[in-house]
């Protein structure tokens, strides 16, 4: 491990959170509700100390694959104790566990929280919160991977660790000019967003917290009762298409930009995406009708809305989802679970994933009935080396085992069991509410320290998909010999 190199990215990565700290200080000065010090503080501390990990001289300048895993893993640590520090100091959450766990939750845009009342925090605290979803949600690494390759680190290493899916997708060949490109459409879309919001009547602040929550997927709302505090039909359907589109493969926007119209009717992962959300819409539409909660129109508004915040795992609500049908609770888990398209900023297993365990799934019964012939796993008209689906199913044998051991770690805590399960779910796949006490009316208040130090991991773990978080635990890659 090339531990100084590791060191001085560390340092270029909290520079940067302190700098993006000064839109919540101008916030906060804006509306005087005395939490503008708490943010003054927060920079020094993170520029200071972000300054001397940098200037830390560097004598080997070689960055394999498992330097890179540890900067990601550790960066996501570190920023995420650095961003508590505003919420502490402001007094808006005293406890260090309470803070750590909502910046996490923030980071890694899952939108779990240990608040029970929220409009009562100051403005600048609040904007922090949601601006942490929009800095997560395309990657804090790669919001600084343009900066990262002038002092020698291997941004492909990086753009790996942090990249969501199965692979690492480079839209031009330089990985820095990719980073400006996803995050100049992820501007683009989020500020499109909050003109529309503004339109539906939203205050402008308002529109740029839930703006920030819906690019990041993240779902951090100023507002106690989220999206259904304000009982607006167009502002539903303003945030229900965005999160579905912030939910779809940037890439897929990057070729329609360039002219390529067909990319996505011809992409098999956004048609099984989109194919999930209308057929989730349609059955949760049919069992909310058939059990009488509401009429036909308010199912499909709320359904609408649920599967589109559920399935990007925004975790937006309009409704307590808590109190539906059994059939319809079973979907929104199933939707946990399979998450948004990769290469998005939505969270959970991921479209792709599923749709090749599917196939390959198919390829061993085709094999069974035809041993001798030559058997394929296709995405897109492309064959899948055996690499690629050896790690899916590791992905999902370590997604199993996380989640096996969070929820029995989880339920020393003497909840109940779908609360247990439902809350591992909930931060594993980065969705925010779950069921039962951590449902969309509940939050994680109740829980110890050392579940929410439990939760904080899987949050960080699910986010980076396991790899990062394992490389850097792993006695073996601290070990000098190692490459």
Not at 90 to 116: H, K, N, R, W, Y
Not at 229 to 249: A, D, H, K, P, R
Not at 265 to 291: H, M, P, Q, R, W
Request: overall charge positive; some cysteine.
């Amino acid at each position: 491990m090339n531990t100084r190199m590791v060191l001085k990215s560390l340092g270029i990565v909290i520079m940067t959170e302190g700098l993006c700290m000064v839109l919540p200080l101008i916030v906060s000065l804006i509306y005087g509700q005395g939490d503008a010090m708490s943010f003054v503080v927060s920079i020094l501390v993170s520029v200071a100390a972000g300054f001397i990990l940098y200037r830390i001289p560097i004598k080997n300048r070689n960055f394999y694959a498992r330097d890179g895993f540890a900067v990601v893993a550790l960066s996501w640590i570190v920023i995420s104790l650095f961003g508590s520090v505003p919420f502490i100091i402001s007094g808006a959450i005293p406890s260090f566990i309470d803070a750590f766990f909502e910046t996490v939750s923030g980071f890694t845009t899952t939108g779990s929280t240990i608040l029970q009342e929220i409009e009562s925090l100051p403005r600048g605290i609040l904007f922090w919160r949601s601006f942490t979803h929009w800095m997560g949600g395309m990657g804090v690494l790669v919001l600084t991977l343009a900066v990262l390759p002038s002092i020698g680190v291997g941004s492909l290493h990086i753009m790996k660790a942090e990249s969501t899916g199965p692979s690492t997708e480079k839209l031009v060949p330089k990985l820095g000019q990719t980073a400006k490109i996803l995050y100049t459409i992820y501007t683009v879309m989020t500020a499109i967003q909050i003109i529309f919001l503004l339109i539906a009547g939203m205050p402008l602040y308002d529109s740029i917290i839930h703006a920030f929550g819906s690019a990041g997927t993240g779902g951090f709302s100023n507002r106690n009762l989220s999206v259904g505090s304000y009982g607006n039909v167009y502002i539903e359907i303003i945030i229900t298409v965005f999160t579905i589109l912030f939910g779809v493969n940037f890439g897929l926007y990057y070729r329609l930009i360039k002219g390529d119209r067909r990319s996505l009717l011809k992409d098999e992962e956004f048609i099984f995406y989109i194919g999930t959300i209308i057929v989730s819409i349609a059955l949760i539409t049919a069992d909310l009708c058939k059990n009488g909660l509401f009429t036909f129109g308010q199912s499909l508004r709320h359904s609408s809305f649920q599967v589109g915040t559920i399935i990007t795992t925004t975790g937006y609500s309009t409704t307590d989802f808590n109190l539906w049908p059994a059939f319809s609770k079973v979907i929104l888990v199933v939707l946990m679970l399979f998450g948004a398209c990769a290469g998005s900023t939505g969270g959970g297993i991921k479209c792709i994933r599923i749709l090749l365990l599917f196939k390959t799934v198919r390829r061993e019964i085709a094999r069974i009935i035809h041993p001798r012939a030559v058997h394929t796993v296709k995405t897109n008209h492309r064959v899948n080396d055996e690499e690629t689906l050896t790690g899916i199913l590791t992905y999902f044998f370590i997604y199993s085992a996380v989640f096996v051991v969070s929820t029995l770690l989880i339920s020393i805590n003497g909840k109940d069991l779908i609360t247990s399960v439902t809350s591992v779910i909930a931060t594993l796949s980065n969705i925010g509410p779950g069921l039962g006490l951590v449902g969309p009316m509940g939050n994680f208040s109740g829980f110890s320290p050392f579940s929410k130090l439990v939760f904080c991991f899987d949050m960080i773990a699910g986010r980076l998909e396991f790899l990062p978080m394992l490389v850097l635990f792993s006695p073996m890659a601290w070990k000098k010999g190692n490459m």
